[in-house]
């Protein structure tokens, strides 16, 4: 079964700072992969969806990158801010379009 | 504004009392799906939809029932509801069968005591 891991589980660091969260992925037949925020309790907010033909895609401060062959996305954040404190969660979806969620990444921004 | 609404957003309820979570979205999108999330487990999918009167049980569908008579709307009912049924839900939906990525609503916190 397809499995999404997600590391680090949490991270704390200082305003300002560039971040990279990771998500790989078991089973390289990928359709798309999708990137989430969510605040506490709150629902899931859609950041960035890459298709499997592309190799990145940027929002803002926001670039996630989708390397297939080694099974792996990456969502770098520049420049954070308390504002991006929550947790960030990747969805796989393969053949089916059933996506696979990772456990997120909390992440803390303080002043 | 293209959404997924769900309701209520809080409920508690006592064991054994039927209880129905609605979900509806205004985009027109096929697929909907329920997920339940909970510490240390994650999102675990419940029931989905690819379509119309079209249902399957996703990873944790003890307990829970699901209908798709139109296309709008996908509720949750939970027949006879159990303190281990205490979780956050989530209704999603996705066009094209999620060709164009997945739309979340903002949650329904339940607790049965």
């Known amino acids: 079964k397809q499995e999404v891991t997600q590391i680090p589980a949490a991270l704390s660091v200082p305003e300002g700072e560039n971040l990279v969260l990771n998500c790989s992925f078991t089973d390289s037949a990928i359709y798309n992969l999708q990137w989430f925020r969510q605040d506490p309790g709150k629902g899931l907010t859609s950041l960035l969806l890459?298709?499997?033909?592309?190799r990145e895609q940027t929002s803002g401060r926001l670039n996630a990158s989708l390397d297939k062959s080694s099974g792996r996305s990456t969502l770098y954040i520049a420049a954070s801010q308390p504002g991006d404190s929550a947790t960030y969660l990747c969805a796989w979806s393969g053949g089916s379009y059933i996506p696979t969620f990772g456990r997120g990444t909390s992440l803390i921004v303080h002043p | 504004e293209a959404q997924v609404t769900q309701n209520p957003r809080y409920l508690i309820t006592v064991t054994g009392k039927k209880l129905t979570v609605t979900c509806s979205q205004n985009?027109?999108?096929?697929?909907m799906s329920w997920y339940r999330q909970d510490p240390g487990l994650g999102l675990r999918q419940i029931y989905y939809?690819?379509?119309?009167?079209?249902?399957d049980k996703g990873d944790v569908p003890e307990g829970y029932k699901v209908s798709r008579k139109e296309k709008r709307n996908f509720p949750l009912i939970l027949e006879s509801p159990s303190p281990n049924q205490t979780s956050l839900y989530f209704c999603a939906s996705s066009s094209g069968q999620g060709r164009r990525g997945y739309t979340f609503g903002s949650g329904t916190r339940l607790t049965v005591v």
């Open positions: 939809s690819m379509n119309v009167e079209v249902t």
């Open positions: 985009m027109n999108h096929e697929y």
């Open positions: 890459i298709q499997s033909s592309q």
